[in-house]
């Protein structure tokens, strides 16, 4: 068992692993008569040999209200063979087979309700696997045992052909082959003999070595059930139980999950834990387990108290594991598959933790008194403690370590967000600062084609809620005087790249706000737009960015940088600048004397990996030049982005991603930028509010006229007051303190006059 665990740890994912499904029992028919089973029947004991569409989606639908992101169609083998009955209920609806009518339900229940099917069909060919590659993310199939004496007289298996293990191994080899991840499994307490269950490990070990297919391995131990034949066969003793999962463990690829039924086991599940298992399987808040239903399934809750105590967190999975939604690219999913698991799944190929989702009206989960919602107490490892302690001194956290951050859960994960929050105090005490700023979009038509953008309107692939626009000079100098009016410091102006625009253009835009507000501070024009300027004007960076400075300019946001890993950038905004021109733009406007801020764009295609690339870069940049007066992260809004509408996105960031993203910014970044702000535009005010305990001491602007967020699909409003910041300030426990865009205190006593003119 110690060498299980150890080989567990190898596989990098400290935490236990489940699936929230609802069961679908389509069928109790089977053409096999296994002597142990009680999920088989006969037609005489069922009202239909098949359940109906209308009964699949009630079934379905209660799964999707009670959270569940799996549909496990669990059925006999190919009772068409065995009854006339079965035939002919198929063949009154245009079916020759079984799994033709499983491929139909399962493709209504994908497409109607959003749970992804995972197919328990029995044994099937290659052609089949390949049939239900576009509507099921993963098949099942139990090898059971590879002992063929099992098939004769007086034995377990006698009578049931599909249960030859040569025809079961073949059919697994098939779905292999057919590029479809696979669930399979061992059934022991049969009467196998220890050596049979080692060579039953071995021929999974050795599907897997073949085809990579193999996502999990199920070692489930035998329930004898009454009216059935082994109704008296002795149970598996808790040692054999033990040592089978200890042996598959070690003998399975690392990869490969190793799971145990918690309902079979409900009284010894922490033992379990110690003998190296990983996953739980399926566990369903809505149906009962059918083949097995005597055996309950256990409280999440209290599932998840028992990881917790053993330092490995539960955490809800999709029925296709994370390798194989993160392999999607290597066909691992089908294309047609793909948009339905991608807006179920979070940046580790992981189930998302809540229906949460950043520009989101629903109710995030958690609070300013729990930033991470609900969490479960656990021990939190040394090496942590260790990293966190690291980071708190200034040191630079390697690649692989901020991304171990990111992949934290439970105590783990509060121990990262309590360790930001606690250098936030010692950086910036306990105020929070805002700004009272306008934005100024002053057109939203631009030549690139930015995946995640809804704000551009230069072609179909932008959202509805605008029409194309180009503010003239003195519509955008009439609004930077209202915004001065207004008691604002600060104005905001970014666009999309107009195909007329040129360097001189950006140069007019700073003459006219200055005409009119000459001690208004400008925070304008993203490294993108800084480039074109350029380009357009046959300078270089630096002329450029003086020339602007000359004209007013005060700062650049530092926008345009989404994620600072080129392989990223390919993907979302392949016809924008490369990481190393936005390093240079930003670097060389600190150099002349050009503060920006800095940001992320995140929750789209990236991975953990990548938030790490990006924070070390922005870190390496800002000990080179400085310059960077912030960093924001911007959670991903996906519902009008392109990408999203495609089916080529997740649906941003889970909100423990969020929390993290900026508790790891905090503990990253330490000693180089001081100040990280949230968005309450993305985030909403609650979330605004938890997340000042997650390492955050900035809330922005008011930022009125915000619109690239609302043109995204965000609810949460294009302004905000003072007093509603306070508020926000306030149930976070912290006081409310007014900046400018450079960090420099700004009275108060002006935001009555701002209150009376709103």
Aim: proline share 6%; with cysteine.
């Amino acid at each position: 068992m110690a060498a299980a665990c150890a080989v567990r740890s190898q596989r990098g994912f400290e935490r236990m692993t489940y699936s929230p499904k609802v069961f679908i029992p389509l069928t109790r028919l089977c053409a096999d008569v296994c002597h142990y089973c009680t999920f088989a029947t006969t037609p005489s004991a069922l009202p239909a040999p098949y359940l109906d569409e209308e009964e699949v989606l009630s079934i379905a639908r209660e799964g999707v209200a009670a959270g569940c992101t799996e549909a496990l169609f669990t059925l006999g083998d190919a009772p068409e063979r065995r009854y006339n009955v079965a035939r002919r209920w198929l063949a009154d609806r245009g079916y020759s087979r079984t799994i033709d009518y499983v491929r139909h339900c399962a493709e209504r229940v994908l497409r109607e309700t959003g749970l992804l099917p995972h197919i328990n069909a029995g044994v099937l060919d290659e052609d089949d696997y390949r049939m239900l590659r576009p509507i099921a993310a993963s098949c099942g199939l139990m090898l059971e045992t590879t002992a063929e004496r099992l098939c004769a007289a007086g034995h377990a298996h006698h009578g049931s052909p599909d249960k030859v293990p040569q025809v079961r191994i073949d059919s697994i080899a098939a779905a292999g082959r057919a590029r479809m991840a696979m669930t399979s499994g061992m059934l022991i307490g049969i009467g196998e003999t220890p050596q049979e269950r080692i060579e039953t490990i071995e021929a999974l070990r050795d599907l897997h070595l073949q085809h990579s297919h193999l996502q999990e391995v199920i070692v489930q131990n035998f329930s004898p059930k009454p009216g059935t034949r082994m109704a008296d066969a002795p149970t598996v003793s808790e040692d054999d139980m033990l040592r089978t999962i200890a042996a598959a463990r070690i003998i399975l690829p690392p990869e490969v999950s190793v799971q145990v039924p918690p309902n079979l086991n409900d009284a010894r599940l922490s033992v379990l834990i110690d003998a190296g298992m990983d996953d739980w399987g399926g566990i369903s808040p809505v149906t009962p387990d059918h083949v097995n239903p005597e055996a309950r399934w256990p409280e999440i809750e209290r599932l998840g108290a028992i990881c917790a105590a053993k330092g490995l967190p539960l955490a809800a999975r999709l029925t296709a594991h994370p390798a194989y939604v993160n392999a999607a690219d290597d066909g691992w999913i089908d294309l047609a598959l793909r948009p339905a698991v991608l807006k179920l799944a979070d940046a580790q190929g992981l189930a998302r933790d809540s229906r949460w989702c950043p520009g989101s009206s629903l109710p995030v989960p958690a609070s300013p008194e729990a930033p991470l919602g609900a969490v479960h107490s656990g021990p939190v490892a040394a090496s942590l403690h260790r990293l966190l302690d690291r980071a708190a001194s200034g040191s630079e956290l390697t690649e692989t370590e901020i991304a171990a951050l990111f992949d934290t859960r439970d105590a783990a994960a509060m121990a990262v967000v309590e360790a930001a929050d606690v250098l936030r105090r010692e950086v910036s005490g306990d105020e929070v600062t805002y700004v009272i700023n306008r934005n100024i979009n002053y057109t939203n038509i631009c030549t690139h084609a930015c995946g995640f953008c809804a704000f551009s309107k230069s072609s179909s692939k932008a959202g509805f809620r605008d029409r194309p626009y180009r503010l003239n000079l003195d519509e955008i100098a009439a609004r930077a005087q209202e915004a001065w009016d207004r008691g604002a410091t600060e104005v905001c102006l970014q666009g999309g790249i107009h195909p007329e625009f040129t360097g001189d253009t950006y140069v007019s835009i700073l003459r006219a706000i200055k005409r009119v507000c000459p001690d208004l501070h400008i925070h304008a024009f993203s490294p993108l737009e800084v480039t074109q300027g350029a380009h357009t004007l046959g300078l270089d960076i630096a002329d450029y960015l003086a020339m602007l400075k000359d004209e007013g300019l005060g700062s650049l946001p530092g926008t345009a940088a989404e994620i600072l890993d080129d392989d990223v950038r390919r993907v979302i905004c392949p016809d924008k600048l490369t990481t190393d021109q936005w390093l240079n733009v930003v670097g060389t406007a600190h150099r002349i004397g050009l503060p920006t801020t800095s940001t992320i764009m995140f929750g789209h295609v990236e991975s953990p990996v990548h938030w790490a690339r990006h924070l070390l870069r922005l870190r390496r940049q800002q000990q080179e030049t400085g310059g960077f007066t912030e960093f924001v992260p911007l959670p991903y809004v996906h519902m009008e982005a392109p990408m999203f509408r495609r089916g080529q996105s997740r649906g941003g960031p889970s909100w423990r991603e969020s929390v993290l993203m900026h508790a790891v910014a905090r503990l990253v970044l330490h000693g180089a930028i001081g100040s990280i702000q949230c968005s309450w535009v993305k985030l909403g005010w609650t979330g605004a509010a938890a997340m000042l305990r997650a390492g955050v001491n900035d809330l922005g602007g008011v930022l009125m006229n915000e619109s690239i967020s609302r043109a995204a699909g965000a609810a949460h409003g294009q302004e905000i007051t003072p007093e509603d910041l306070r508020a926000i300030a306030a149930t976070g426990g912290r006081p409310l303190v007014r900046r400018d865009t450079l960090y420099r205190r700004v009275s108060n006593s002006d935001d009555a006059l701002l209150l009376s003119l709103a």
